[in-house]
């Protein structure tokens, strides 16, 4: 008898792909005040050895992974195609969970009325910013505690006498989701710090009222971070926050990331359940990427999807030609391999440009939960790599470098992952930069290249095919 056929290198069993652990509420575990340990550039290379990184990573790809399309049997037998979208019953009807932070969600947005915008002359953002934080900060406790199980905000175990509970490592989280009340902005490291946040929740068992194989997460996603992107994009129109920790017109977004990866997700090609991410490729019938520049379009697509969202907000408070304010974006919107291609690239450029800048990840904060302590499975050889253009003034977040280092060497790096490390310089590039090409104004400074140029760099391989043929 022939041996069964070995399955494609595209295919997994459905268990292999890794979640973010749920903690055993009977075994021992103190919670701690999260602190701060990213002091200066070189601690940025054992972050990326941490578990906390380890963690962050995963729950990126889990809910990445969730927001995919998925293959599936009609009733008739026939295959069909499930997508999941904003003001889908993910958002509507989610899990009880889910329901509870929606509603402590929209109590902070409600605080907003409480602190109206002063109307004074300024120049930067807006004063009475300061004010709302300072509600928010008075409340936070009452908010975990009517919106959170008594099972989740359960206190430490062990024998040291330590008597805090979960409370006071998601109230840092939490309250560092919402903009620095000292310089009167926000951008990726306080998005950073509400998926921490949810992670947390996730660790402490809160999400477990969910159905499995990604229900919860389209839940999360949908029903907590899409809504608490309003929130944000809220506060930053009635304060005029500023952006955090901005490459300016070459940064992605002035204030946001993760909506990117999400969304470029929602209209990847269709997987089924024991299928990895796709790279390439396209959900049957999803727009285009060219059509971010289409003002009308955008405004339609943002109602059902989280990239066009981010997009639309963009349009909101930027005015001009799209290519002029965000050229890294228009950019990525000549993608010719479809939505796959996009969304592999934002993972590479989420790690490169978030997640190992020091710019960004200063202000990240470690408890026990989230913890500080090094990965056992890190790389053993991971050394402290100098990052260019790293040092940040101490009363603002600056723009982050064109340069990284890698991490944790994940397991499941097969094939959209958090890249592992690798010598000086973009740490998700494999292929070498060649010299810049020539120009006809060679007196002329030429800009340093975008992570972009890399990250979403197609094959010059002659086996390479452009794959913008839908799936279905």
């Known amino acids: 008898m022939d041996p069964p056929p070995r399955p494609t290198v595209q295919e997994r069993p459905k268990d292999s792909f890794p979640v973010l652990e749920i903690l055993d509420p009977n075994a021992p575990n103190v919670f701690i005040r999260p602190v701060k340990q ?20 995963i729950f990126v790809l889990q809910l990445n992974r969730a927001m995919c399309p998925r ?3 009609g009733e008739d037998g026939k295959d069909k195609i499930q997508t999941f979208l904003i003001g889908s019953e993910y958002e509507t009807r989610p899990a009880e969970s889910v329901q509870k932070l929606q509603q402590m969600l929209a109590k902070i947005e409600a605080l907003i009325d409480k602190a109206p915008p002063d109307q004074g002359p300024r120049r930067f953002g807006n004063v009475s910013f300061r004010k709302w934080y300072e509600l928010l900060e008075g409340q936070i406790s009452t908010f975990l505690k009517e919106h959170l199980a008594g099972s989740v905000l359960r206190p430490s175990s062990g024998n040291d006498g330590n008597e805090s509970t979960a409370e006071v490592e998601l109230a840092a989280y939490l309250l560092g989701a919402f903009g620095s009340a000292q310089r009167l902005d926000y951008g990726t490291g306080h998005e950073l710090s509400f998926l921490a946040f949810l992670g947390c929740l996730w660790k402490l068992g809160a999400f477990q009222d969910g159905n499995a194989n990604g ?13 608490y992107l309003r929130v944000v994009r809220r506060l930053i129109l009635t304060y005029t926050l500023e952006p955090a920790g901005t490459h300016g017109v070459w940064g992605l977004d002035d204030h946001s990331f993760q909506p990117y990866i999400y969304g470029s997700a929602q209209l990847s090609r269709a997987i089924s359940d024991s299928e990895v991410m796709p790279t390439e490729g396209s959900l049957f019938r999803a727009p285009k990427p060219a059509t971010i520049v289409k003002p009308e379009y955008v ?3 943002r109602k059902r999807n989280m990239y066009f969202s981010a997009i639309g907000f963009i349009n909101d408070v930027k005015k001009g030609p799209f290519w002029e304010h965000s050229p890294i974006l228009f950019d990525i919107s000549g993608i010719k391999d479809g939505w796959g291609k996009i969304n592999k690239g934002m993972i590479k450029m989420f790690n490169a440009e978030v997640l190992s800048k020091f710019p960004v990840v200063q202000h990240f904060y470690f408890g026990s939960l989230f913890s ?6 890190a790389i053993k ?33 097969k094939p959209t992952t958090m890249p592992p490390p690798t010598a000086p310089g973009v740490p998700y590039s494999q292929v070498s930069r060649g010299p810049p090409p020539a120009t006809s104004k060679p007196q002329q400074q030429q800009r340093e290249p975008h992570p972009a140029e890399e990250a ?14 839908p799936s279905g």
């Open 456 to 469: 979403f760099r197609a094959s010059k391989a002659p086996w390479a095919k452009t794959s913008d043929r």
């Open 38 to 57: 990213i002091n200066d550039s070189p601690d940025v290379a054992n972050f990326l050895a941490s578990k906390a990184y380890r963690d962050i990573c």
């Open 71 to 73: 293959k599936l049997k």
């Open 215 to 227: 229900d919860i997460e389209r839940n999360i996603v949908l029903g907590v971070f899409q809504p």
């Open 381 to 413: 050889s991971l050394q402290s790599i100098p990052l260019v253009n790293q040092q940040s003034e101490p009363s603002s977040m600056p723009p982050p470098s064109h340069s990284g280092v890698g991490g944790t060497a994940a397991p499941w790096a």
């Open 372 to 377: 500080w302590d090094r990965d056992p499975d």
């Open 299 to 301: 405004e339609e697509e």
